[in-house]
């Protein structure tokens, strides 16, 4: 059985793969870079995937450990999920909209703050 603290580690490091290699194709893309000019874009789209993934998959197993699936979710679980789905979903705008790739850099830290603010607080 997996404890509470690796389902954290594993959470905590699918956030900064899923991060990492956000920050790295919003940079690409904002500086003029493009898709097909990225050697690393096969590597940089899977550390995304597989650090969304493992932040899911962390998250999850962290919700059972503390008994809080059962019965439904709370409204600050469905918010994370949201902010997650989001995350998710920014990897394909850098290169199809290089003039918001910035607008993903400034966004990042706030939705990444946001997550942790409603994981410490759960305020809904």
Known sequence: MI???IYKLIHLFGLLLAFSALGGMAVHAASGGTARAS?????????????VFL????GFGMLARLGVVHGGLPGWILAKLGIWTVIAVLAA???RQPALARWT???????GGLAAYLAVYKPI
């Open 105 to 111: 850099l400034i966004a990042l830290p706030f939705l």
């Open 39 to 51: 050697g690393v874009r096969g590597t940089v789209l899977t550390m995304h995937g597989t650090g």
């Open 55 to 58: 932040l899911i998959l962390g």
């Open 3 to 5: 404890s509470y603290s």
């Open 93 to 95: 705008l850098p290169y």
